[in-house]
């Protein structure tokens, strides 16, 4: 089964800046990988789907890559905003298990 | 296009009682999978459905927690008896199936509190 891994695991910065959040994965065959934000007592909610057969997907200010060879997927948030804090998720869509996440606050 | 229902949002048992969670997915979405997630974790697969056939449920565990989806489109999710530890929100999510483009979406999820 996949193992997939989220670092850091909270990250604080000051509205403005540019941030990478990372998700690291142990089987690099061909599945597609989903990024997910979740709000405090709600359910998550879909940011990015890349396929497999693609790099990059973007949308807004938010950018997610995929790099099968070196199991890990990135997503990009430009001009973080205080709305951006929340706890971010990813996962493939061929088993969606998920690791814990990495929390994101953004300072006013 | 409506999203995924989920009921109730809220529920709170004592330890040893029964509860059940019913989870309406989006229309035509093949895939249905069950979450339960600790407050501070991460969402903890519980069971996969493919239409009304079990994909995987080997984090499931059977001997208090059942789940069916008998026609292929809602589902339930039980626990009987319950436990301390079994708070938490429970998640329902369904996609369009496995293979490429599939997203999966979320439900609001049910809290539920066991004391």
């Known amino acids: 089964k996949q193992e997939v891994t989220q670092i850091p695991a909270a990250l604080s910065v000051p509205e403005g800046e540019n941030l990478v959040l990372n998700c690291s994965f142990t089987?690099?065959?061909?599945?597609?990988l989903q990024w997910f934000r979740q709000d405090p007592g709600k359910g998550l909610t879909s940011l990015l789907l890349?396929?497999?057969?693609?790099r990059e997907q973007t949308s807004g200010r938010l950018n997610a890559s995929l790099d099968k060879s070196s199991g890990r997927s990135t997503l990009y948030i430009a001009a973080s905003q205080p709305g951006d804090s929340a706890t971010y998720l990813c996962a493939f869509n061929n088993d969606m298990r998920f690791g814990a996440g990495t929390r994101l606050t953004v300072k006013p | 296009e409506a999203g995924v229902a989920q009921s109730p949002r809220y529920k709170i048992i004592e330890k040893r009682q029964s509860v059940a969670f019913w989870c309406n997915p989006i229309?035509?979405?093949?895939?249905l999978y069950w979450y339960q997630q600790i407050l501070g974790q991460g969402p903890k697969l519980l069971i996969q459905?493919?239409?009304?056939?079990?994909?995987?449920d080997s984090q499931l565990p059977k001997d208090r927690f059942s789940a069916e989806r008998l026609k292929g489109v809602d589902s339930t999710l039980k626990i009987q008896p319950a436990k301390l530890e079994d708070s938490a929100v429970y998640l329902c999510?369904?996609?369009?199936?496995?293979?490429?483009?599939?997203?999966?979406?979320f439900g609001q999820g049910t809290r539920l509190t066991v004391v």
């Open positions: 089987d690099s065959a061909i599945y597609n």
């Open positions: 229309s035509g979405h093949a895939t």
């Open positions: 890349i396929q497999s057969s693609q």
């Open positions: 999510a369904s996609s369009l199936g496995p293979g490429a483009s599939t997203e999966a979406f």
């Open positions: 459905f493919q239409n009304n056939g079990v994909v995987d």
